[in-house]
């Protein structure tokens, strides 16, 4: 019943592809009966004059662009997943002992170990007597005072400036001036935020207004990571997708920038322009001249630039590196080097992984200073970002210096979670290229593979006739035979007719091997049982 009530409610809405192909496509109101389903299942029964109880907040009277957002990463095979560790923690048999969660690049979750250095400060400002503690190396107590100095009453307990502790967002700065070989960078530019996807959403909210044929369109890759098309949803902003050419390992094509751009303007006004480099959930990196040629549309067709550079020090491929779109812009001069750019970082992925402490920014180049005050008092009235977040934020970017105590096991750390990410990246792209029906490009950046795989016609005729998209339908057989997560490609988008799914490549390498050999052995099978 739970399988049956996740497969009525799987659905494939987000942005599959520019023009979501309407085959696999079911209605609303039994995408949403088929979610009340798996809630029942899954959630303690109340007493039934609560379940009686006149609501006043229903599935009719919430906001509807709520119930248009999807993210796949954590949507129906994750739920399945969910629903199969409850089942295995009863007790009940499984092919598998536990569900391996390759689906959401959570590094620490996959056993990946936290920086040193990182630790020993944090720890320091959550309970200061530690600094009084000799274990604890003297570059380590330096940082975590001067932290403690720059927060209300010394103590990260305290509220901070909207924007940020100005002390940490100068870390920030110096930290993209000195990446970015000299060009200045302000603190006052800087925001710290919960995580980039704060400031992603924030920026999105701010760009988007008008009605109907006015509407501001968001032109984002396809694939794309769900958090874009999800906000769009919330926003009502019109989403425009441009494909990456999976042909040329996911480059990013000036044509079909053209191509959506000029099909989109009769539905809507496109303002903006989303990149992910290192790409999500593509895991590719973008050459120099690419990123000039991408300037140059945005400038010619004053688009906003929206750069999310989360994977910065994720980089793999011995011929790439990788270039910010702030540098390249200031260093290619008039007219380009006055263009609008937001661009975002965070603490959760690169060699740090720390997700769940909801470190990030956003550095804002060129931007109009009346929009500022708004955007300020906007963030205003959250407050602050979580104190924490902004402290690892600011030790990430003032990392312990050459000759410090501290220096050389945080060197060696960094460069063994890089070193690893990079051996596994190759290591599952050559995996899954030696299987007939599965191809992968090169894992260039990033933490992902995302192969293109064949499924078979009586497959996709299996999905169609339970009301969800094939990719989905092979995710979850995969999972209900092997327990491995992945997420279906149809959650990022994908060009209509191909079929992908995206995995992390943070397993240990310990494991990661027997991991793609059971992927393997499944699609091997799976291919066998739907063929004619």
Request: with cysteine; net charge neutral; charged share 20%.
């Amino acid at each position: 019943m739970f399988v049956g009530a996740i497969n009525r409610f799987s659905r494939f809405k987000a942005g599959e592809s520019p023009q979501v192909t309407t085959r696999y496509h079911y209605n609303k109101q039994q995408r949403l009966a088929a979610l009340q389903i798996i809630r029942n299942i899954t959630m303690s029964s109340t007493t039934s004059q609560a379940a009686n109880a006149v609501k006043v907040l229903t599935l009719n009277s919430m906001n509807p662009r709520v119930k248009d957002v999807e993210y796949a990463v954590r949507g129906a095979v994750v739920e399945m997943a969910l629903g199969i560790e409850r089942d295995i923690a009863k007790g009940i048999k499984m092919p598998f002992d536990h569900v391996i969660h390759a689906n959401i690049g959570d590094c620490q979750a996959m056993g990946q170990t936290p920086i040193t250095f990182i630790r020993q400060v944090t720890s320091m400002l959550q309970y200061p007597k530690l600094l009084e503690e000799s274990s604890f190396p003297e570059d380590a107590k330096d940082k975590a005072r001067s932290i403690l100095a720059a927060c209300g009453g010394g103590s990260v307990g305290a509220y901070s400036d909207s924007q940020g502790v100005p002390a940490l967002r100068q870390c920030v700065a110096d930290y993209i001036e000195n990446r970015d070989g000299g060009i200045a960078s302000i603190a006052d530019n800087i925001f710290l935020t919960n995580g980039a996807s704060d400031a992603v959403r924030t920026i999105l909210g701010l760009l988007t207004y008008g009605r109907g044929a006015e509407r501001t369109g968001v032109m984002i890759p396809i694939p794309q990571y769900p958090l874009y098309s999800a906000c769009l949803s919330e926003f009502g902003a019109t989403q425009i997708g441009y494909y990456l050419d999976e042909s040329s390992g996911w480059s990013l094509d000036i044509d079909e920038l053209e191509r959506s751009y000029t099909e989109a303007k009769s539905r809507c006004v496109p303002r903006v322009l989303c990149v992910i480099n290192p790409g999500n959930p593509t895991g590719q990196v973008i050459k120099r001249d690419n990123i000039e040629a991408v300037i140059r549309f945005a400038y010619d067709h004053q688009l906003f630039l929206m750069s999310d550079e989360v994977y910065q020090e994720n980089i793999y491929a011995s011929d790439r590196e990788f270039h910010s779109f702030k540098k390249v812009l200031i260093e290619m001069g008039d007219p380009w080097s006055h263009m609008e750019l937001a661009s975002f970082h965070s603490a959760s992925k690169c060699y740090m992984g720390e997700c769940g402490q909801r470190g990030g920014y956003m550095e804002l180049v060129n931007i109009d200073n009346d929009v500022r005050f708004q955007l300020r008092k906007l963030v205003s009235a959250r407050l602050c970002s979580n104190i924490n977040g902004q402290a690892i934020m600011s030790i990430v970017t003032d990392p312990p210096k050459l000759g410090g105590p501290s220096y050389e096991q945080y060197r060696q750390e960094r460069h063994k979670v890089l070193e690893s990410l990079a051996l596994r990246a190759d290591m599952v792209a050559r995996a899954f290229n030696t299987v007939d029906g599965i191809r992968c490009n090169p894992v260039q950046g990033a933490m992902y593979a995302f192969p293109a795989i064949d499924i078979p016609q009586r497959a996709q005729d299996k999905a169609l006739e339970l009301k969800i998209h094939p990719d989905v339908f092979y995710c979850m057989e995969l999972l209900r035979s092997t327990g491995i997560c992945v997420v279906p490609g149809s959650g990022f988008g994908q060009r209509p007719g191909t079929f992908h799914f995206r995995m992390t490549i943070l397993p240990p390498t310990s494991e990661i091997e027997a991991l793609l050999q059971r992927l393997k052995d499944f699609h091997v099978k799976f291919t066998s049982t739907y063929s004619d």
